[in-house]
């Protein structure tokens, strides 16, 4: 069935809104997934907060060329699903890692973050990255770490004096009883 002008047009409008929202795009060749698989990665990818659609390649170079992003041949040849990062990289690319060694039929062709073209490998080793917010964590714990051992540094003689006083101040009340 051919789809209208029209409806064409709508297509690549809302694929432009959906690659400028996008802080990311993995694109992948999906042939041999059935309908079950597709909605079950599909479901997994909305966990990360990816959206994944199957897009034919022609309205996708329309879309990129309005959205002022490169066009990569390779990475758009044969049928293509994109997976579009609203948010973390790592997570969505850890989902289609994982559902690829589960199921050979999906293959990572590669994707771009921001203007630049990377292949399936660098998609990959994204995906064994943690999350945005566990590197936030692990920075803000390397910062705090010395922190917190300045402040005990700096509190430890007066904890003692604290300790000395209180001693003395029970030898005291023992010599008065």
């Not at 199957?54 to 309205?59: E, G, I, M, R």
């Not at 293509?80 to 609203?86: D, N, P, Q, S, V």
């Amino acid at each position: 069935m051919a789809i209208s002008r029209e409806k064409k047009e709508q297509i690549v409008e809302e694929l432009t809104e959906k690659l400028s929202r996008s802080n990311a795009l993995i694109m992948t060749d999906y042939r041999g997934l059935s309908t079950a698989e597709m909605g079950e990665l599909r479901n997994k990818l909305r966990e990360t907060d990816t959206g994944f659609h199957v897009v034919k390649n022609s309205l996708v170079k329309l879309a990129m060329e309005q959205a002022g992003l490169p066009w990569e041949e390779s990475l758009f040849d044969g049928p293509t699903a994109i997976g579009f990062c609203y948010e973390d990289v790592p997570g969505p690319a850890k989902v289609l890692a994982d559902f690829s060694t589960a199921n050979e039929m999906l293959s990572i062709r590669g994707g771009m973050l921001g203007d630049a073209v990377v292949d399936g490998r660098q998609i990959s080793e994204l995906a064994v990255l943690p999350s945005g917010e566990v590197l936030i964590a692990e920075v803000v714990a390397t910062i705090s770490g010395p922190l917190v051992g300045l402040v005990n540094v700096l509190s430890a003689p007066l904890q003692n004096l604290v300790y000395v006083l209180q001693a003395r101040s029970g030898q005291l009340q023992e010599a008065e009883a």
